[in-house]
């Protein structure tokens, strides 16, 4: 595992193939181990069978020199006797690499059970580590196209634009106001009445009072005690203020 991290941490290639890598490496040496885990087991089923088979001969040798013995026969019994020790001492031996065999057998079963486990580990990892490095990923390329954005020429164009929408929405108000503008003036010209009109109004009433020689109610034309016409000064003065108005028309 040690071995399996530093690869990872020590490469500069892309991490979801280093970490798919080294789980592939995980699983060829998980097989290694159980074949040499089968082989090793193997060998020692064949060292039982052999153990097994030289305790039986050793036991039956024995059995065969107590049948010699009482049949009388010593050196039969001692010949059987020799016999059994030969398959006594190889049962010793093969039980010697029974037990060595045995260990190894579970050192390699313990190995294979924790590589097992390791391996499901790092899978459960690598999908945690490629999900981060898939985000780290994607982090950098938006940094790097937020880093390519010029931001102050960006900045610059909108405002330029809010200034041309702010006088383009300006024209249109001003629009608007000149379009209501006229259109009240329109309005005002056919409700009231020009200069022109009262001017004419006034010359008709001037026009009719000097024919008629009607002065305005309450004012006599003449005087009670010379009989020459009365002028009033307010009259005369209102007389000189319109002819001066119609010379400037």
Known sequence: MQSYANAVLSSFEDP????????????????KMRQATAQVLASQKRLENKYKAAQ???EEWYRKAQLALQKGEEDLAR???KRRKSYADNASSLKAQLDQQKTVVENLVSNTRLLESKIQEARSKKDTLK?????????TKVSEML??????SALSAFEKMEEKVLAMESQAEALGQLTSDDLEGK???LEGSSVDDDLANLKKELSGASKKGDLPPG????SANTGIPFRDAEIELELDQLRQRAKEF
């Open 187 to 189: 309005f005002a010209l």
């Open 56 to 58: 039986q001969a050793s």
């Open 79 to 81: 010949e059987a006797l």
């Open 147 to 152: 880093g390519n954005v010029n931001t102050s």
């Open 16 to 31: 979801e193939k280093i970490l798919e890598q080294a789980v592939l490496e995980m699983n060829d040496d998980l097989t």
């Open 219 to 222: 004012r006599s034309t003449t």
């Open 131 to 139: 999900a981060r490095a898939q985000s780290a990923k994607t982090a």
